[in-house]
């Protein structure tokens, strides 16, 4: 059995919760993701970042991936447990080095994280 990788499981995140790839811009992707999770909760007035029809979109995204959620408007967001524990992976040095390496660190393959 594999043992579990948050980085790993953060990659699982990004592909399939968040649609992204590793071209182009992937690190700067990242960290636009990184600074919208940091940004939360939104409701203290930090969403005027997002007052456009592309941020809000993006939290949209953030929101469809289920790393924030929120009440009657998106500008009210706040983090989800799965959110939390996304930041933690990107603050984490070790892991934001593997997630933004050549590749990346492929999926985990643990009994958590492998698909049933």
């Given at each position: 059995m594999d043992?579990?990788?948050e980085a790993k499981w953060a990659y699982g995140v990004i592909?399939?919760?968040l649609h992204a790839c590793g071209c182009g811009y992937a690190d700067?992707?990242?960290?636009l993701v990184r600074e919208a999770l940091?940004?939360?909760p939104l409701y203290d007035g930090s969403w005027r970042k997002y007052d456009s029809p592309i941020g809000e979109w993006f939290l949209c995204l953030l929101d469809g991936a289920?790393?924030?959620e929120h009440g009657t408007s998106i500008g009210g967001s706040w983090l989800t447990?799965?959110?939390e524990r996304f930041l933690a992976v990107l603050d984490d040095e070790d892991s934001w080095r593997a997630l933004n390496g050549d590749m990346g660190p492929g999926y985990c393959e643990c009994a958590e994280c492998r698909p049933a």
């Open positions: 043992e579990h990788s592909y399939d919760d700067a992707r990242l960290e940091r940004d939360c289920g790393l924030i447990g799965k959110g």
